[in-house]
């Protein structure tokens, strides 16, 4: 296998937009994000965490007790983030406050809805974009109001598949 420096990318900078389900979503890595997807801001220094869980099961034989089989029993696409910015959008996907406004976030046990993200990753004209047509914020991080650090609102967004089985889509490409 050649090896070859040009492949290998970093996360330099990039956005997380969200938008209803259903909203519009790119084909590629380069074509422009749908206005009625909003970009959620500054993230914090940690970046974006993709993370995948599965579960497996062993199916034992008789015979000496050898694993002859092992089935997948459950898998989990996630992306855990913090954002910085205390917007409007940004409350409203942490706090599941659908009538959130720039004055007021009402805290109750709503549960967050469905909605589409995209996440861009940019390394200069290179870019790695992850489309999720169906996430939800299933996790929040605490909140801390401390001196000399930024609010952040940590939350993990899970996956789910779409009509074609698909929980995220990664399209890779280069800007003119």
């Known amino acids: 296998m050649a090896l070859v420096a040009d492949n290998v990318r970093v996360a330099v900078t990039g956005g997380v937009y969200v938008g209803a389900i259903g909203t519009a979503?790119?084909?590629?890595?380069?074509?422009?994000?749908?206005?009625?997807?909003?970009?959620?801001?500054?993230?914090?220094?940690?970046?974006?965490?993709?993370?995948?869980?599965?579960?497996?099961?062993?199916?034992?034989?008789?015979?000496n007790?050898?694993?002859?089989r092992v089935i997948q029993t459950s898998h989990k696409v996630t992306f855990q983030f913090?954002?910085?910015?205390?917007?409007?959008?940004?409350?409203?996907?942490?706090?599941?406050?659908?009538?959130?406004?720039?004055s007021l976030v009402r805290m109750t046990g709503a549960q967050s809805p469905h909605q589409t993200f995209?996440?861009?990753v940019l390394d200069?004209?290179?870019?790695?974009?992850?489309?999720?047509?169906?996430?939800?914020?299933t996790e929040r991080?605490?909140?801390t109001y401390k001196n000399g650090e930024a609010v952040?609102?940590?939350?993990t967004v899970t996956a789910y598949p779409d009509s074609q089985g698909v929980k995220a889509y990664k399209h890779l490409g280069t800007k003119l």
Request: a negative charge; hydrophobic letters at 40%.
């Open 25 to 63: 979503t790119p084909a590629n890595a380069t074509a422009a994000v749908d206005a009625k997807l909003k970009d959620l801001g500054y993230i914090s220094e940690d970046g974006v965490t993709q993370s995948i869980d599965s579960d497996t099961s062993e199916i034992k034989a008789w015979q």
């Open 141 to 143: 991080g605490e909140v």
């Open 124 to 137: 200069g004209k290179k870019v790695l974009r992850i489309v999720i047509p169906d996430g939800q914020v």
């Open 82 to 102: 913090t954002l910085i910015e205390t917007n409007e959008e940004v409350l409203k996907l942490f706090y599941a406050d659908t009538t959130a406004n720039g």
């Open 118 to 120: 995209v996440l861009d």
């Open 152 to 155: 952040g609102y940590q939350v």
């Open 65 to 68: 007790g050898d694993v002859v």
